[in-house]
């Protein structure tokens, strides 16, 4: 799909194609798959919903970078946060 081509650096084109070299992907799957994130990075300004949350809520803003961070480290990150950001009675589930 010529429209992903403006999101994926040539690293992550390589890779992508090679879900679909290697089988783990069908040329359908694929097409569906880019077809999705294209619809998002036009519905969702990322950059500009971040900048926007930092500045009116720095206090309650958390960003974490999910291409870099797995999910242990993520919620490592997110349980550090609301431990020092949050009194300890909003965090109990009663």
């Given at each position: 799909?010529?429209e992903?081509?403006?999101?994926f ?5 390589r890779?992508?194609?090679?879900w679909?070299?290697d ?7 694929l ?11 036009q ?12 500045e ?13 961070y ?9 349980l550090?946060y609301?431990k020092?950001?949050?009194p ?6 009663s």
């Open positions: 799909m010529s992903a081509s403006s999101i650096n040539s690293t992550e084109e890779e992508i194609l090679g679909f070299r089988g783990s992907v069908t040329r359908k799957e097409q569906q798959k880019l077809k999705i994130v294209v619809q998002e990075q519905n969702y300004d990322a950059v500009s919903t971040r900048l926007t949350l930092e009116m809520a720095p206090e309650r803003t958390l960003v974490i970078d999910t291409t870099v797995n999910p242990q480290q993520a919620a490592s990150q997110i550090s609301l020092v950001n949050q300890m009675e909003c965090l109990s589930m």
